[in-house]
C-alpha cells in the first residue's frame, strides 16, 4: 500500500525482495545500499535475530521520475530466505507496492526456489494480493556458476506470468539495477494508472 507524504512531497513505496535462503537478495540490496548516493538514502536497518536476519532501506532515486509534482522513495526489503520463518514473510509483504523474486540459478537449488516461489503466491494471497496482477520481477541470479542452469529451462519452470526476466551476479552488481528498474517502473506504472 503506497504511502503519500503530502508534507515533504513524497510517495512511498515498498519493494521487496523474495526468494530461498542464500539466493542473492540481501546481496542485491547491500549492492544498490553501496552505490546510491548518501544524500539519496536513508540507513540500511538490519532485523536480526539468532537464525535469521531482514534487511531494509530506503532511497529516493533520481530518474525514475515524478508523480504530480510528488519524489518517488522506494523502501526496499528483503525477507528470511527458510520458509520456517513464514511469519516474518507475511509481515514483510504487508503492504508491498512490488516484489522481485531473486532465484538461485544453481541446479541443485530448483526446489528451494519451487517452494519458496509457492510461499510467496500463498503469502501474497493471504495479504491480499494476486501474484500476476502485483508489479513482479523475476531475477535469475548466480549465473556465473558452473552449475547454473540453463536460463531458458529455469525460465520455465519459474515464469508466473510474462514477467520480466533478467539474469543477474549480483556479488559483482551485475543485472542488480536493472532488476530494481525493471520493478520499479511497474510499480510507477501502476501508481500512474490510480492518481
Not at 4 to 20: D, F, L, Q, S, T
Not at 44 to 64: G, H, K, N, V, Y
Amino acid at each position: 500500500m503506497t504511502f503519500i507524504n503530502y508534507v515533504a512531497r513524497e510517495i512511498n513505496c515498498k519493494i521487496v525482495y523474495y526468494g530461498p535462503g542464500l539466493g542473492g537478495k540481501t546481496t542485491n540490496l547491500q549492492y544498490v545500499y553501496q552505490i546510491t548516493k548518501n544524500e539519496n538514502k536513508g540507513k540500511m536497518i538490519s532485523l536480526a535475530t539468532e537464525t535469521e536476519r531482514t534487511l531494509f532501506f530506503d532511497f529516493l532515486p533520481i530518474d525514475l521520475g515524478q508523480i504530480r509534482g510528488f519524489q518517488t522513495r522506494f523502501h526496499l526489503y528483503t525477507v528470511p530466505g527458510q520458509v520456517f520463518y513464514d511469519s516474518s514473510r507475511k509481515l514483510i509483504l504487508k503492504g508491498v507496492d512490488g516484489v522481485v523474486f531473486v532465484a538461485d540459478s544453481q541446479e541443485e537449488r530448483i526446489d528451494a526456489n519451487l517452494e519458496s516461489l509457492a510461499n510467496l503466491a500463498d503469502n501474497l494471497k493471504e495479504q491480499g494480493f494476486d501474484i500476476n496482477k502485483i508489479p513482479y520481477v523475476l531475477q535469475l541470479n548466480k549465473r556465473d556458476l558452473s552449475n547454473a542452469m540453463p536460463v531458458a529451462e529455469l525460465t520455465k519452470q519459474l515464469l508466473v506470468k510474462e514477467e520480466p526476466v533478467l539474469e543477474a551476479v549480483a556479488t559483482e552488481g551485475t543485472g542488480v539495477l536493472n532488476t530494481l528498474k525493471a520493478v520499479a517502473r511497474q510499480v510507477l506504472f501502476e501508481l500512474k494508472k490510480s492518481a
